[in-house]
C-alpha cells in the first residue's frame, strides 16, 4: 500500500514547486486538486493533477466551502509566500497540519523580527536604524549614510533601495511602504560583500546546513538598483569560513523556533576583507531557486518531500545525518537568463542546448513566446532557469559558457532581450 492511499491533498496555485507536489503525492498513492484562478490550459500543475478547481488562491471563503464539501487531508503550496499564507490560514480553520505557525512564520518573514532573533542567538546581522511606519525628525540623526531602505513583509526584492542621502531615502520611503502589506519599513547599515543563501532543513525537530551558495549578482537597469542572482553556485568558495563563524548560531537560532518539520534559508554577505558575516533577512519556506531538484540527486534528501509528507500527517525521517553541503565535491549551480523586458518573439537554441549539455538535470521558461516580461529589479527578471550538477567548478564554466553561446532570446523586433552571468565570474566569489 503506497503512503498516500486514500489521501486527497489540495495544492494552491500553479507557481514553481506545484507540478513537484502534486507528481510526488500523486505518485505515493494521493489523489491530487489544485486551486486557482488559472484556466488548466495555462497550468501544468492543473493539467497533471486528478482535479483541478478554478478558485482564487486569496478567496479563503469559497476555498473553505470547498474544503467543507469535499474530503482533504491536507493543504500545501509550492514557494508562493501568498499561497503558503492562504494554505496556512485553511489548516489552522480545518486543524491540518501544517510544517509552521504563524508565530514562527512571522518571526523569520518579517525582517524586523528576524533581527531581534539574530540578535538574540548572536547571529551577525547589519546595525539597524529605524523599524515603523513613518521616520520622523529626529530618526533621521541616527540613519548614517548610505543606507538600506526596504519592507519589512515584502519578497522578490520588492520595495528595497540603496540610498546615498537623505533625499533620496525620502524620494524611496513611500515606495518601501506601499509595497508592505502592514506598511512598515527597516532602515539598516549598507554593508558590502559577496553574495549568499544558506539553508537549514529541520527534520524531526533535528537541524542540519543543507547548502549554501555563491550568488552573483546582477542589476537589469543602472543607478542605485537593487541586484539580483544571475546565478547561484553551490558549494560557495567560503562554506568553511561560514560554517566557523555562522553556523552554529544559526543552528541555535533555528532550535529556538521549536519546528519539527520545516526548510529556513538566510540571506547574507561576507565581506572577505574584514573577514565578516552580515544575515540580513530569511524565509521559513522553499526558496524560488528549489535547491532540492539538485540536492535530492547529490544527497538523497528532498526537503519538498518532507513538507509534503508533513502536510499529509505521514511520519517524517531524520535527515539531518544525510546532509551534505559540500556536495560531496561536486559542483550544482542555479543559473538565469534575465530578461530585460519587453514581448518574447523568439527563443532559439533552448531545447537543443539543454540535450546538449549533460550537466542541466531541469529547466524551466517562466516567459513563453508572446508574453510581455516585467522590467524592473526584482526576481519576476528571472526569465529561464538551468538546474546543473558538474563534477567541478570547471565544467560548470565551460557549460554555462555552451548554454549562453548556443541561446538567443529576441523580442518582437529581434533584439536581445536577456542578460547571461559571464561564465568565468564563478572562479570568483563576486
Not at 512564520?105 to 523599524?131: A, G, I
Not at 554593508?191 to 549568499?196: D, I
Not at 566557523?244 to 576583507?273: I, R, T
Request: with cysteine; hydrophobic share 40%; glycine share 6%.
Amino acid at each position: 500500500m503506497k503512503k498516500f492511499e486514500n489521501k486527497t491533498l489540495l495544492v494552491l496555485g500553479s507557481s514553481t514547486g506545484s507540478v513537484d507536489i502534486v507528481n510526488y503525492a500523486k505518485e505515493n498513492g494521493a489523489y491530487t486538486i489544485v486551486a486557482d484562478y488559472y484556466p488548466p490550459e495555462k497550468s501544468e500543475a492543473k493539467q497533471i493533477a486528478d482535479e483541478a478547481v478554478e478558485i482564487s488562491t486569496g478567496d479563503i471563503e469559497k476555498l473553505s466551502e470547498f474544503i467543507k464539501n469535499r474530503k482533504i487531508d491536507g493543504v500545501f503550496a509550492g514557494i508562493s509566500e501568498f499561497n503558503l499564507l492562504s494554505a496556512m490560514k485553511l489548516c489552522e480553520m480545518f486543524e491540518l497540519p501544517f510544517y509552521c505557525s504563524r508565530h514562527q512564520w512571522n518571526m523569520v518573514e518579517q525582517k524586523d523580527l528576524f533581527r531581534e532573533l539574530c540578535k538574540q542567538y548572536n547571529v551577525p546581522s547589519p546595525k539597524t536604524f529605524y523599524v515603523g511606519k513613518k521616520i520622523q525628525v529626529n530618526d533621521w540623526e541616527k540613519i548614517t549614510f548610505p543606507a538600506i531602505i526596504k519592507p519589512v513583509d515584502a519578497s522578490s526584492s520588492a520595495g528595497v533601495f540603496i540610498c546615498y542621502s537623505e533625499n533620496e531615502m525620502r524620494e524611496s520611503a513611500p515606495l518601501s511602504i506601499e509595497a508592505s502589506g502592514c506598511g512598515k519599513i527597516i532602515v539598516e547599515e549598507f554593508v558590502e560583500g559577496k553574495e549568499f543563501t544558506a539553508h537549514y532543513t529541520i527534520s524531526n525537530g533535528k537541524v542540519a546546513l543543507s547548502t549554501i551558495d555563491n550568488r552573483y549578482p546582477i542589476a537589469i537597469n543602472e543607478g542605485n538598483v537593487t541586484t539580483i542572482p544571475i546565478a547561484r553556485i553551490y558549494p560557495s568558495l567560503f562554506i568553511d569560513e561560514y560554517i566557523k563563524q555562522v553556523n552554529e548560531p544559526m543552528m541555535n537560532l533555528c532550535d529556538g523556533l521549536c519546528l519539527q518539520n520545516a526548510v529556513l534559508f538566510v540571506q547574507g554577505l561576507y565581506n572577505e576583507v574584514a573577514n565578516k558575516f552580515y544575515i540580513f533577512e530569511a524565509g521559513l519556506r522553499l526558496a524560488g531557486e528549489a535547491i532540492y531538484r539538485f540536492v535530492e540527486k547529490v544527497n538523497g534528501i528532498n526537503s519538498l518531500h518532507l513538507l509534503v509528507d508533513h502536510a499529509l500527517a505521514i511520519e517524517t525521517k531524520d535527515y539531518s545525518n544525510l546532509e551534505n553541503p559540500f556536495m560531496k565535491g561536486k559542483c550544482c549551480g542555479i543559473v538565469s537568463f534575465a530578461t530585460i523586458g519587453g514581448t518574447v518573439g523568439e527563443i532559439r537554441g533552448l531545447t537543443e542546448a539543454v540535450k546538449a549539455v549533460p550537466s542541466v538535470v531541469a529547466y524551466e521558461n517562466r516567459y513563453p513566446i508572446g508574453t510581455k516580461t516585467p522590467n524592473g529589479n526584482t526576481l519576476h527578471q528571472l526569465m529561464i532557469r538551468f538546474v546543473m550538477i558538474c563534477k567541478d567548478r570547471k565544467s560548470m564554466v565551460n557549460d554555462i559558457k555552451y548554454l549562453n553561446d548556443h541561446i538567443s532570446v529576441l523580442d518582437v523586433n529581434g533584439n536581445n532581450m536577456v542578460k547571461k552571468i559571464e561564465p568565468n565570474r564563478l572562479y570568483g566569489s563576486k
